[in-house]
């Protein structure tokens, strides 16, 4: 077992328990990503947009698998329906953007019920192969049908004006993605700590026992896909502007897998490592794009490593 | 301790500024890892091969080219990152795109950042609406493939037609333009089937084909799930005309599809053994690299040079000036004059029809 | 899409088309069944569903592969190359297979659910991207030569190719049977899949058994991988992927843990993708998600499966 390298993270992770050393770091994090695209230039700025991409992708799964134990492996889905949504709204309809975003969170809405139903008596091992379906299902039809533009997708989506300013620049795009992320924390930190948030932890560690306390397993397991469906398709929703190009090779199981991987590698169920997660998912392509092939492999075998020496992820979850 | 800091990240930023003696960069945007990386790994060759021609004869401008790599791994999310890196890299311009799903995102980074595109082979017509305007495509367009698989299927009497795609963006664009057309000109398509990735079965495509009998069967993807397509075909006895799209054209398609692929029909921009005027080409980049160029080398590599040519004629490397003059451009490649439409498409169609004979391709009569 | 067309002037009915599918859904449903046993055999003595099997059938693939460009020069490239390689890759990966169980989940036999199955998807994700790396992502060509020789019955062809893959897949199933139903390996698998305390107390060797199963189960994988590498032409990284969930489906349509459920659920799976795609709005396009969809439905409705055992325990 690897004990002296979790000795090492845990000595630095025990530093941030109290709560305003977090708030401190929080602040620090958030001065730091405003300035960076000054003083880093283009190329940072749109990779660094990619990990809040990210991270407010991860915090949405992290309310599925996180918060209440549901491992969804199809979760591009919701992905996509934002996504597509947008683009199909504005582009084909000519809608502005911000009518379009209560659609999409309408259709990230029925799609967490969709997924989310057949799911409630199914056992973790089926419900995770089950959500991978409709991962691919979501996939299939986006390939498949005319209005989402088949295999080449929706291209030559207009980016949105907001009272007169015209979000287009990437450096525009990183500060409305900050902006995001830092309402996906604030929401995630509140969902946490509400009446929800312990109905989850109860159905996560026995359900049975949580039905006997009066807990309403249905709502709060659809409760669950609904609200990370939301977060998902907002992230789709801005992702389609932002690139102004959509195709179904960006929602497949490879991208569930890799949101997946941001959840656990920084710890699930727990924010400040989540948002690690995602960073370390997008930057370590870039960083290691010398090692070329070798990225995923690298990935999986510390996803593998981490599994078996440390389930709760680089950030262990405090009192499970 | 804090100076010493100061100082040293002072100079790495220095450094990674970018050289300040004369050197332009070119960027090359191919899929260099992936599933398509031989083709990948090939252009990059190529273009690399007319960058030491061109240093050799004097450079750009005075000025000596070196290339920067963006890997798009032939997908577009991959391509975006590969693209901003490029355009953040100080390039003077890109030559290469091969997928085209992951090229089509890569033309706005590009256009928002001026920086002139040469795309050497990807293809598809969804790239001519999403053009801002800064790119050129010199590998002839799906329109122009399927004129020349019309003009080939009617040469060898085939009223009947089966199209099969892959779902992506360059298969399935190409299968619709060929209904299309087809259906137009009065001929029947009797199947239109999608391959999936990741299948290896295609035994339900296959048994619709044979009973509906089609005189002749057209793939419109890429080599490597064609191959098994072409073999289970042959396998159920299917004995019509098979032909493939230019995805196809790679040499490997002879090894996965075995002696199926005697007689097989494909439509390809010029392979480099087929040009009248690539002997040297092929002797160059066969001892650079130690083996012969691909498919798509000898249009990556006049892609280069015709990039070399506009800057020069331009004088300088101001976009729009190197933008004008890539629209002029009158330029002699090895794969064909270079002229482009007020589309920034090539002017004249560049596909040949080649037949599979003895295990690999040679150019049909 | 017409149904009689004129070839000489002959006609390929309907009738002949059925069967033609028929064959086609024998041939695919083999491969399932082959895979899905796996599934169902690991399942039973663990509980577990063991995502990384569609991974070790590409492994089998790949390593079938090797042989066969090693003993190609000897015995040709025909089916006896491919039945040589077949049985070193079943070996071989069976023991992959035992490895993979000692080393990623033994360990997490007491974590919670979530934990183990997110390190069966690791495992599936190391072999995955293990293989990527080692083949750069390109598709390797088996090199096998399997002619195309067969039986002409009217319209219907068979060829040799798929008479001696469903005979061997068919072999194979029967040895299981076999083995579960006469061995002492067999019975104790049987016993543990009810109730594994209970058999530790009474002395079986758990650990033991279980570890036959996974070596029976990944053996199994590994021979289907092979035939469907020399069969179909090529292996790829990638390939696990998509019939290791048609392979899961067709064990939970037959009833997770039943053997002969997963032959049946095999078969069943491979005549409904053949024929599904003839229906009028379902094109080939739409095969995989008719496939997603099933398994939709059944796990739905009847999760238990068409052989499986009613439990009260949750699915």
């Known amino acids: 077992m690897a004990q002296p390298r979790s000795n090492a993270f845990n000595n630095i992770i025990a530093q941030f328990d109290e709560p305003w050393k977090r708030y401190a770091a929080f602040a620090v994090i958030v001065a730091l990503l405003l300035i960076a695209p000054i003083s880093l230039g283009p190329y940072a700025t749109v990779i660094l947009t990619n990990a809040l991409l990210y991270v407010v992708l991860a915090l949405g799964l992290n309310v599925v698998v996180g918060y209440a134990g549901l491992l969804d492996l199809g979760y591009a889905a919701f992905f996509a329906v934002g996504a597509y949504t947008v683009g199909i709204l504005t582009h084909t309809f000519g809608l502005d953007f911000w009518l379009t975003l209560p659609f999409a969170v309408g259709a990230a809405m029925i799609a967490g019920v969709i997924i989310g139903t057949p799911t409630l008596r199914l056992r973790s091992d089926y419900l995770a192969i089950v959500t991978l379906g409709f991962g691919e299902i979501v996939r299939f039809s986006a390939r498949n049908m005319e209005i989402t533009g088949g295999a080449s997708g929706i291209s030559g989506i207009q980016q949105p004006w907001l009272f007169g300013w015209h979000i287009n620049t990437p450096f525009e795009f990183y500060y409305v993605f900050v902006v995001l992320a830092i309402i996906a924390v604030i929401v995630s930190v509140r969902l946490q700590h509400s009446r929800l948030g312990r109905a989850w932890l109860y159905v996560r560690h026995d359900e049975d026992a949580a039905e006997a306390m009066g807990i309403d397993t249905v709502r709060v397991k659809l409760a669950a896909y609904v609200i990370g469906a939301i977060f998902g398709s907002i992230s789709g929703a801005f992702f389609a502007v932002n690139l102004g190009a959509i195709s179904p090779e960006s929602f497949s199981f490879q991208q569930s897998v890799l949101i997946l991987m941001a959840v656990i590698l920084g710890g699930m169920g727990k924010i400040p490592g989540v948002i690690l997660g995602a960073f370390i998912v997008v930057l370590a392509p870039e960083l290691l794009r010398d090692l070329g092939e070798y990225r995923l492999l690298l990935f999986a075998v510390g996803l593998l490593l981490i599994m078996l020496f440390r389930p709760s992820g680089i950030w262990p979850v405090r009192g499970k | 301790m804090k100076l010493t800091t100061l100082l040293a990240t002072t100079a790495i930023a220095m450094a990674l500024a970018g050289p300040a003696y004369a050197e332009m960069k070119i960027g090359i945007l191919a899929p260099t890892t992936g599933s398509e990386a031989t083709y990948g790994q090939d252009m990059a060759n190529a273009v690399n091969l007319a960058i030491s021609e061109i240093n050799a004869a004097g450079g750009v401008l005075g000025e000596q080219l070196s290339s920067v790599i963006g890997d798009d791994g032939c997908d577009p999310q991959q391509a975006v990152n590969a693209a901003s890196k490029l355009a953040s890299s100080d390039v003077v311009g890109v030559v290469g795109g091969y997928c085209s799903g992951a090229t089509v995102p890569t033309l706005k980074i590009f256009g928002d950042a001026s920086i002139p595109f040469v795309i050497t082979g990807a293809n598809s017509t969804k790239l001519i609406p999403a053009n801002p305007g800064n790119a050129f495509m010199i590998n002839s367009t799906g329109n122009d493939q399927v004129a020349k698989a019309i003009e080939y299927f009617n040469s060898v009497g085939a009223k009947s037609l089966a199209i099969v795609n892959q779902g992506d963006a360059y298969s399935q664009d190409l299968a619709d333009l060929t209904k299309k057309d087809w259906e137009a000109a009065g001929n029947t398509v009797l199947a239109f089937e999608v391959a999936n990735k990741g299948e290896q079965d295609y035994s339900a495509i296959v048994t619709a084909i044979r009973s509906a009998n089609p005189d002749a069967v057209f793939w419109t993807a890429y080599y490597a799930d064609g191959g098994l397509l072409i073999r289970q075909l042959r396998q159920a006895g299917y004995q019509g005309t098979i032909a493939v799209g230019d995805g196809s054209n790679s040499p490997e398609l002879f090894s996965i599809a075995g002696s199926a692929a005697e007689g097989v029909i494909g439509f390809s921009n010029p392979i480099a053994e087929f040009l009248p005027g690539a002997k040297d080409f092929i002797a160059d980049y066969t001892a650079a690299n130690g083996s012969p160029p691909g498919p798509y080398a000898p249009l990556a590599y006049d892609g280069m040079h015709l990039l070399a040519t506009a800057i020069e004629a331009a004088g300088s490397t101001d976009p729009a000036a190197i933008n004008a003059a890539l629209m002029d451009a009158d330029y002699p490649g090895i794969a064909g004059q270079i002229t482009f439409t007020p589309e920034n498409t090539l002017a004249r169609s560049n596909f040949v029809v080649l037949k599979g004979n003895g295990g690999k391709w040679g150019l049909a009569q | ?315």
């Open chain 3, 1 to 315: 899409m017409t149904i009689g067309v004129r070839w000489g002037n002959l006609c390929m009915s309907v009738f002949d088309i059925f069967l033609q599918q028929l064959v086609n859904g024998l041939v695919l449903g083999s491969f399932y069944a082959l895979v899905a046993l796996g599934y169902t055999m690991i399942y039973g003595v663990v509980k577990l569903l063991n995502f990384a099997h569609g991974d070790v059938y590409m492994v089998g693939g790949f390593v079938g592969f090797l042989v066969l460009s090693v003993v190609a020069p000897m015995v040709g490239p025909g089916w006896t190359g491919v039945a040589v390689s077949m049985v070193v890759a079943m070996i071989a990966v069976g023991c992959l297979g035992v490895v993979i169980q000692r080393v990623a989940y033994q360990p997490m036999l007491n974590a919670p659910r979530l934990s183990i199955l997110i390190t069966a998807l690791a495992v599936s994700l190391v072999l995955q991207n293990g293989v990527l790396t080692l083949t750069h992502g390109q598709y390797q060509p088996m090199g096998a030569d399997l002619g195309f020789g067969g039986v002409n019955l009217g319209l219907l062809f068979i060829s040799y190719n798929q008479m001696i893959l469903v005979g061997t897949a068919a072999a194979l199933m029967i040895a299981l049977e076999l083995f579960v139903s006469r061995t002492q390996y067999g019975r104790a698998m049987r016993a543990i899949s009810i109730d594994k305390d209970m058999c530790r107390l009474m002395g079986i060797n758990v650990t033991a058994v279980i570890a036959v199963t996974f070596f029976i189960g990944s053996a199994l994988a590994a021979a289907a991988g092979t035939m469907a590498g020399a069969y179909y032409g090529s292996v790829w990284y990638f390939m696990g992927f998509l019939i290791g969930i048609k392979a899961f489906t067709a064990a939970v349509i037959g009833g997770i843990g039943s053997i002969p459920g997963a032959m049946l659920g095999g078969l069943i799976l491979g005549l409904l993708e053949s024929f599904g795609t003839q229906i009028p709005g379902i094109g080939s396009e739409w095969k995989d998600v008719f496939s997603f969809a099933v398994l939709i439905l059944v796990l739905v409705l009847k999760p238990t499966g068409l052989l499986g055992k009613s439990e009260q325990e949750r699915m």
